[in-house]
């Protein structure tokens, strides 16, 4: 089993930065895929972005080009990197990782979340 834990939300005015942390422990030799994502209040949970083993990343069109996905395999560390927020940015930051193999995800551990508020 895999922990997870956030940190790095916030209250942040329109425009501003935030930077997301998600430490994971256990048996994260297992894991090569992990992930942000969202939930903003009344609605589904969504994909901020993911990041894979090798580097390749994923972001949903709503942040491309503003958030930032990265992984230091050192620390077990992966961040998320927030520029240019905006209110609609605003919910709980979930971070998830997981094993993807022959199609199915395996091992699948979610974090607590933390909280990104974005202030217009």
């Known amino acids: 089993q895999v922990q997870l834990v956030e940190s790095g939300g916030g209250l942040v005015q329109a425009g501003g930065s935030l930077r997301l942390s998600c430490a994971a422990s256990g048996s994260t030799f297992s894991i090569n895929v992990m992930a942000w994502y969202r939930q903003a209040p009344g609605k589904q949970r969504e994909l901020v972005a993911d990041?894979?083993?090798?580097?390749?990343?994923n972001y949903a069109d709503s942040v491309k080009g503003r958030f930032t996905i990265s992984r230091d395999n050192a620390k077990n560390t992966m961040y998320l990197q927030m520029n240019s927020l905006k209110p609609e940015d605003t919910g709980v930051y979930y971070c998830n990782a997981y094993r993807s193999q022959s199609g199915l995800k395996w091992s699948d551990s979610w974090g607590q979340g933390t909280q990104v508020t974005v202030s217009s």
């Open positions: 990041i894979r083993s090798g580097g390749v990343t």
